[in-house]
Structure formats: structure tokens, C-alpha cells
């Protein structure tokens, strides 16, 4: 297996700054409407550009100027068109004709997490209007400076132990690299009721806990098939990291359905046959996935942890299903701040880099492919040393085009997350 096989995955995307144009609700023509004469308009306005700046609002609120270039058009409107959690000011309609600048002013971010609003550009000319979506990013809220006391208590005090486990010694007949130590672990306390956020991304869904630092997480998940319509370029990973909810740090691993490796495409074959592989990465010291050495099928259960060690981080996959196992030790520095269960859509430069059909601000990212069954997480622990240890979930919802491609199922609390797991499901 060589890395050239794998795609690339990367940090959520957060549906934030222009996600591109489309010209929509062209009226045609009046059937009394007389010959073409130069130097008349004729048509639907067109929207040619729109740029905002500063693409990311500071989470304290503030000032995005958009900046649009047009013809055929008269006068021109901002309409939100999403339910933003922050409050939103735009400008009223008025007369433009080739440009149109605009401000809009966002309140400050209540959220832990970044958050977006979108809306429609309008332009219009008698009966005839063109509208463009865009969208306008606000970073997470400021984190509150904190101190921490510590108070010694007598020896004979009962110590909390923190709801995560190093991996288990692999079975017999497994592949194992072994770690160089065990993880070790502080107290894990969280907050008893942190806020459960609703959140759209491009390319993630799943659940993602705020606050940290972070020291260890693992987590059990199904392994889904890819659906019919899974293509030569498709690819869905199911994967347990730290870090990139806040940040383009990431350490990662899971598995991965795709229907290209090693530059065979499989659904060409007789009969058609998809590609599942293990993987782990490190961001941003490593851009692509490194697949392991073992065999993974569609229906398999698999169990990933990921601690910190003297040493580094050990990465650990085990295919419970197959009683196999691989084990690999990592540097990383990243700062921790989340804590994640997700599946996620492909980001591949080579596949879909300016490609019409991507979805976010970020083109490399591919429109999502069916997956079935539901995908199931379960088992999901993780340690650290802050008191409270989450301060925040961020529940993901994948966003695509104005549709929601995948969901994960809702859960009341954080105690029910930890005692539940999660689901998430192609909804596409």
C-alpha cells in the first residue's frame, strides 16, 4: 500500500466565507417584448464576483464589507437566510449597477465553536433577478481567562480515575507495533451539563467535545459500505481524533471506504469491489494519510485510541472483528482543545480542486457519497487534566449544497453521549 493511494482529510470546515455563485431565478423574457436593439438590457442581472473581508469575523463581533461586481443589474439586496445564533445587521436595498459594497455587522459569537450566516445577494432589474449564496464566518467566542487553584489533600483521599483505558495487548497472530510505554493519564473531570452546539460543516459529521487539553480519546465504530452511486473518486472515512475543531492541527485514525488504491479502480472490476482501509495522520507536520498494514471489511467493528506518551502519541487500531491489530507512535504538539468522533467526506486537491461541484470555501472538498448502514459509535472515552475537562459538544451536521448530506443522531447531555454513543446516518 503507498501513501499515493490514500486522499487527503483535513480539519472541519465550518461553512464560512463565500462558498461560490449561482445564478438562479433568471424570468424569461415578456412574449410582447420588442426586437433587440444595441444598447438595451435584455435578461436576468448577472452576478459576476462577490468578495467579504475579512473572511473571519473576530468572535467578538464586528464588520464584514462585501464587495460584489455586476451588470444588467438596478438595485440590489442582502436577505439572511439562515437562523444564526448571533445577531445579524445588513444594509437596506438601494440602486447598484456594475458594483455593490455592503456592510454587515455580526454580533459576538455566543459559541465555542466557529459559526457562519448565510445569505442571498440580490439583484434585480424590473422583472427580472439573479441571487448568489454567500457566507460570512464568525471565529468561537473569546476563552475566558482562568485560575486554577490546587489544594493537597491527606494521602488516605479516594483519587478519581479518569474514563479512559490504555489499549488492550493485541491477540495472538496479530500485527502489532509495540509502543515504547503505556499512556498515562491525570484526573478527567468535566463540567456536569456543558452546552450541546448544533453546527453545519462541508466535510464533517459526528459529535466533537470543547476544552481540553486533552490527553487521550478512543472509540468503537461500524464500518459502513459505499452506496450505489460511489464513483471511481469516491471516499467516506470514519475516523477518532484530537484537535481541528479550533485549529488546523489533527491527529487522527480510522478507516476508510474508497473506490481508488493504489491507482486501481475497483468499481471497474468484475463484479465491482470498493477498497476499505485502515489509516492514521498527523496535522499539519504530515498532509496525507498513512495506511496500515492491516485488513479491514465492510461490517467490521473497529476500536481506535489515541493517548500521549513520554515518548509521543500512540495511535492504536484494532479491527475487533478480525482480532487484528496495529500500534504506531507519533509526534505531535498540537494544542488539544478537542476531542472527536466523526465521519467525514472526501478532500482530495487531485479530484476536486476548483471543481464546480464542491461545496465550501474550501474546493478541495468532494460532494459526500452514500453509506449504509448507519454508521454506529460507541465506546467513547477520553482523559486530561483541566477541571471542567468540556467545556463545550459541538454536534456536526454535513452541509452540501444546501442539503443535509449526512446527520448524526441527537443526544440530550454529555453523560448520555459518554453513556450512548451516537449515530450517524446518510440523509442525502
Known amino acids: 500500500m503507498t501513501v499515493a493511494a490514500l486522499v487527503r482529510r ?8 463565500v462558498l461560490g455563485l449561482a445564478a438562479l431565478g433568471a424570468a424569461p423574457l415578456p412574449s410582447e417584448a420588442a426586437p433587440l436593439r444595441p444598447g438595451v438590457l435584455v435578461g436576468a442581472p448577472t452576478i459576476k464576483s462577490i468578495k467579504v473581508t475579512p473572511a473571519i469575523v473576530g468572535g467578538g463581533g464586528g464588520t464584514a464589507t462585501l464587495s460584489a461586481k455586476l451588470a444588467q443589474s ?22 447598484c449597477r456594475t458594483t455593490f459594497t455592503a456592510y454587515v455587522k455580526l454580533g459576538a459569537n ?13 439583484a434585480t432589474r424590473g422583472a427580472y433577478s439573479s441571487k448568489a449564496l454567500l457566507y460570512i464566518s464568525l471565529a468561537p467566542k473569546p476563552l475566558p481567562t482562568t485560575t486554577t487553584t490546587r489544594t493537597t489533600v491527606a494521602p488516605s483521599t479516594t483519587t478519581t480515575t479518569p474514563p479512559m483505558v490504555a ?8 500485527t502489532t507495533t509495540t509502543a515504547a510505554s503505556t499512556p498515562t493519564t491525570t484526573e478527567t473531570t468535566s463540567s456536569s451539563s456543558p452546552t450541546i452546539e448544533q453546527s453545519t460543516s462541508a466535510n464533517w459529521s459526528g459529535y466533537a467535545l470543547i476544552g481540553g487539553p486533552f490527553t487521550s480519546v ?7 459500505s459505499l452506496g450505489s452511486d460511489a464513483t471511481c473518486s469516491t471516499d467516506e472515512s470514519e475516523w477518532v ?5 479550533q485549529n488546523t492541527d489533527l491527529i487522527q485514525a480510522g478507516v476508510q471506504e474508497t473506490g481508488t488504491s493504489n491507482g486501481v479502480c475497483g468499481l471497474n472490476q468484475s463484479p465491482p469491489k470498493a477498497f476499505t482501509i485502515a489509516w492514521y495522520q498527523v496535522l499539519p507536520d504530515d498532509p496525507s494519510e498513512v495506511p496500515l498494514t492491516m485488513t479491514v471489511n465492510p461490517g467490521d467493528t473497529v476500536t481506535v485510541s489515541i493517548s500521549s506518551l513520554s515518548s509521543g502519541w500512540q495511535v492504536n487500531v484494532d479491527d475487533v472483528s478480525s482480532n487484528v491489530s496495529q500500534s504506531v507512535t507519533v509526534q505531535y504538539s498540537g494544542p488539544a482543545t478537542s476531542a472527536e468522533w466523526v465521519s467525514e467526506a472526501v478532500t482530495d486537491t487531485s479530484v476536486c480542486a476548483n471543481d464546480s461541484t464542491s461545496y465550501s470555501s474550501d474546493p478541495d472538498i468532494c460532494p459526500e457519497t452514500s453509506y ?13 487534566g483541566s477541571n471542567p475537562l468540556v467545556t463545550a459538544v459541538d454536534e456536526f451536521f454535513m452541509v452540501q449544497n ?19 454513543g451516537f449515530t450517524t446516518t446518510y440523509t442525502g
Open 74 to 95: 438596478a438595485t440590489c439586496q442582502l436577505k439572511v437566510v439562515s437562523k444564526p445564533v448571533f445577531k445579524v445587521s445588513v444594509p437596506k436595498e438601494r440602486d
Open 372 to 384: 449504509s448502514p448507519p454508521v454506529t459509535y460507541s465506546g467513547l472515552m477520553y482523559a486530561g
Open 10 to 17: 483535513g480539519p472541519l470546515v465550518i461553512t464560512g466565507a
Open 110 to 122: 455566543p459559541t465555542s465553536a466557529e459559526r457562519a450566516v448565510a445569505l442571498d445577494l440580490v
Open 218 to 224: 478512543s472509540g468503537t465504530f461500524t464500518v459502513p
Open 167 to 174: 489499549p488492550a495487548p493485541a491477540p495472538s497472530g496479530t
Open 241 to 245: 481524533g484530537i484537535d481541528g475543531v
Open 402 to 420: 444546501g442539503v443535509t448530506v449526512s446527520s448524526p443522531s441527537n443526544v440530550a447531555s454529555l453523560s448520555a453521549l459518554d453513556a450512548n
